[in-house]
């Protein structure tokens, strides 16, 4: 019997996602900012309700890409807001088309988002060693940093909570519980 962290579901797709993703170390540009995107779009919804649009969500918001998203209008916003296949929701739309401007800005300036993004970790995974998903907190220092940092830069919808979950998804911090198969592998990443 494979022991997983205590939030995975029986649902296949969350199996696959924490199995195969979650935790990982993420550094393509194009991914960190679908999953920046994607954590934002979950505030006050449930992870698999994400998990499970994600593909539409790929595909309504143009794979991600950046450059196409910070051209989109309010016609745009319209058809987005009357696709059954992501979050209706008007902030989270706008957010997404106001984030991806200021993806491209710390780009510019960076060189990368993942150069920037990865500074909050030192540039490298923060283990931890949580024995009981009670143990996780739902942010920390690192996290809040990120977020005012992210803020003062003009992105939205990157409150601290939405960070740390953004470093858990992509392997910034290795919160699998220490029973969990996959921690042990991610810790020799």
Not at 64 to 86: C, M, N, W
Not at 118 to 135: K, M
Request: aromatic share 12%; charged share 20%.
């Amino acid at each position: 019997m494979v022991k997983r962290c205590g939030w995975v579901t029986s649902d296949p797709l969350c199996v696959h996602y924490h199995d195969t993703e979650w935790g990982v170390p993420v550094h393509d540009d194009r991914l960190l900012f679908e999953l920046l995107i994607l954590e934002g779009a979950q505030a006050g919804l449930s992870w698999i309700t994400i998990l499970r649009k994600r593909a539409h969500y790929k595909k309504a918001f143009d794979n991600f890409d950046a450059r196409i998203i910070t051209e989109y209008d309010d016609q745009k916003v319209l058809q987005l807001l009357s696709d059954p296949g992501i979050v209706r929701n008007r902030q989270k739309i706008r957010a997404a088309i106001r984030n991806a401007g200021a993806f491209l800005a710390v780009q510019k300036e960076w060189g990368s988002f993942d150069g920037y993004i990865w500074q909050f970790t030192a540039g490298r995974p923060v283990i931890n060693a949580w024995e009981s998903a009670a143990d996780i907190p739902v942010t920390t220092p690192e996290a809040t940093h990120m977020s005012n940092s992210l803020k003062t830069r003009g992105f939205s919808f990157v409150g601290p909570t939405i960070c740390y979950a953004f470093m858990q998804a992509v392997g910034m911090v290795n919160d699998h519980l220490t029973g969990c198969f996959r921690y042990q592998e991610l810790c020799r990443k």
